[in-house]
């Protein structure tokens, strides 16, 4: 008796700038978190695939495994074999590669060392 009936009120049309508002804060969201997650990540697995593309022999290279060892052959684009102990040697897939700890010569330096020795 005391209170009085309410009525519902039409809803009114659609504001786009509320809707542009309401957008916003996931738009925010995506754009930090590329900044700060997707594109350091791209760049990591970029310096990971050169890393591993310019592998050659002589490198000492660290697997992910944690062998540490020097390759002694490129087998193909997919797999290096590595000297791990002395006459010890093993194949590793290149994506296994975590790490070059010292670069070696370029392979056709070694080749010549190797003809020079050899004669």
Known sequence: MLITPAYAQAAGAGDTNSMLMSLLPFALIFVIMYFLILRPQQKKVKEH????KNVRRGDTIVTQGGLVGKVTKVVDDD?????????????QMRQMITGVRTKGEPAKADDKKDEKAAS
């Open 49 to 52: 695939a050169d890393l591993v």
């Open 79 to 91: 797999q290096v074999e590595f000297e791990i102990a002395d006459g010890v040697r093993v194949r």
